[in-house]
């Protein structure tokens, strides 16, 4: 197995993922808290180019970007649980939805959260719009990929508990059960698993964070 190494932040959700990939192959690793307002040279080191967390050290070699690190992950130690499907189209089909998060769904969630006016109601329509494609890929299935939990549920993890964060810190909801069946049963299934639900952030924490954020774009 060799020696592995997380760098992450204790609230980034990038990072999370990781730890949940981790965890479910039975990985044991070290984790490195980074304060991103006073980067480590060795986050510099690893990961020059874009300078942010997560970074898996594994043998002292760095792997960058939480997708790339769990593609990783799931072929490094291929002999416990798959996360990702095997068949090559089901497998382009979770990348497509990997990028799908991370380059519009998520940013355009917190563009929501953080923004105010026009700019808010327009995010908002966005966001809906998004959660709507999501709802839609649910049906009829018990987790993203079918019947067991996968390398896509880890990667929309963010969406089991950052709307109630902010439903709690900010006061918007956006995921009630009459609208987005699918995706709160699939909530549920999601943070019963226990390797989920023990390692979840820190909520009164996060709630004191996005306290912050939200202040300091007003």
Same mark, same amino acid.
């Given at each position: ?72 992950? /799931? ?35 917190? @563009? ?24 839609? @890929? ?25 709307? /109630? ?45 996005? @306290? ?7």
């Amino acid at each position: 197995m060799g020696e592995v190494k997380l760098f992450r932040t204790w609230s980034s959700s990038f990072a999370l993922r990781i730890v949940w990939a981790l965890k479910m192959k039975g990985v044991e690793y070290e984790s490195i808290y980074e304060d991103l307002s006073n980067k480590s040279s060795l986050l510099l080191k690893y990961n020059p180019i874009h300078k942010k967390v997560p970074v898996l050290l594994h043998n002292g070699i760095p792997i960058c970007e939480s997708l790339v690190i769990m593609e990783y992950i /799931d072929e490094m130690w291929n002999e416990t649980t798959r996360l990702s499907p095997e068949d090559p189209l089901a497998k382009a089909t979770a990348r497509f939805w990997g990028k799908f998060s991370d380059e519009q769904a998520l940013p355009q969630f917190f @563009h929501y959260c953080m923004s105010h006016g026009k700019d808010q109601v327009e995010a908002k329509q966005k966001t809906l719009e998004n959660l709507k494609l999501l709802e839609e @890929h649910l049906k009829g299935k018990k987790f993203f990929g079918g019947e067991t939990i996968g390398f896509l549920d880890l990667v929309f993890g963010w969406l089991a508990y950052c709307p /109630d964060l902010m439903k709690k810190a900010v006061n918007l909801e956006l995921l009630d059960e009459e609208t987005f069946p699918n995706i709160c049963t699939w909530k549920g299934r999601f943070c019963d698993i226990p390797v989920i639900k023990e390692n979840m952030p820190d909520e009164e924490a996060l709630i004191l964070l996005i @306290h912050q954020m939200a202040s300091a774009t007003k």
